[in-house]
């Protein structure tokens, strides 16, 4: 195996397959679509805000600078953390999981989830941990894939860490966040910017086949490519309000 296909056997998400295709913003819609989410929302300068799952910082950097916010950045991949403080020393991006949080309860204006529910271990766990740094009315910013069609998550031969081993549907990702305390205020469907970013994939590496020998987790690629074109993934902005405090025990279901 030579150093090249080792790298690209490495988890996607470090491997810097998506990173460099995508210019540094790991994810569909860039920092076009962070925008959008932001010029909703209307935080005050200053407002304290977690980017979870942040990556290098790019969105970290772009909401202190653009919107005179108080962001931090969390992220559980030293490795890609690392990128970011060399990339900007002066980020403050923490290594911690969606999970469990270092903030204090209710002190967060904001939370954003860029591409990063699909992929933590446990979703309720991550947004009741969500629940618990917001303050009351606080904002839940989450861009994501979602099934627009059934999915046959068992069948479809991914690693747990895949973003599309989560997959799920709209009515689901709704009732997700309803059980953990927040109401839905936006709903977008951003499907064709995820159309652009496996356009640059393609572009960048010639095929998708280096994204799916990181995916798959039993080597038969094209059982996979099958079972995830009949979900039909598509790609969504979604902003949630908290607007219940979760009891001690729904925190721990």
């Known amino acids: ?29 860039g920092l076009a679509l962070t925008a959008r ?14 980017d979870v799952g942040c990556g290098t910082g790019i969105t970290v950097e772009f909401l202190r600078d653009t919107y005179g916010l108080n962001a931090i950045g969390i992220d559980p991949s030293a490795v890609i953390l690392e990128r970011g403080r060399q990339r900007n020393s002066d980020l403050p991006l923490l290594q911690g999981s969606g999970e469990q949080l270092p903030m204090a309860a209710g002190t967060m204006d904001g939370v954003v989830a860029e591409c990063t529910l699909s992929v ?18 606080g904002r839940l910013i989450v861009t994501d894939l979602y099934a627009r069609a059934v999915a046959r998550t068992g069948a479809m031969g991914l690693r747990p860490t895949s973003c599309l081993a989560g997959i799920t549907t709209r009515e ?49 690629s094209r059982m996979t490519q099958d079972a995830v074109k009949e979900a039909r993934p598509g790609y969504f902005l979604l902003i949630g309000k908290k607007t219940r405090e979760l009891a001690e025990g729904d925190r721990h279901e």
């Open 1 to 29: 195996m030579t150093a090249a296909s080792k790298s690209a056997c490495s988890p996607l998400y470090e491997s810097g397959l998506v990173e460099k295709a995508a210019g540094g913003v790991m994810r569909p819609g």
């Open 37 to 50: 989410a932001f010029d909703y929302c209307a935080f005050s300068p200053g407002a304290d805000v977690v």
């Open 120 to 137: 933590v271990a446990d979703k309720q766990k991550a947004l009741a941990e969500f629940n618990r740094i917001l303050v009351p009315g």
């Open 172 to 220: 689901d990702w709704f009732s997700a966040l309803e059980d953990r305390g927040f109401t839905t205020e936006l709903w977008e469907d951003h499907t064709p910017k995820l159309t652009e970013f496996v356009i640059r994939m393609i572009m960048e590496h010639g095929s998708l086949e280096p994204f799916w020998q990181c995916e798959c987790e039993n080597g038969n």
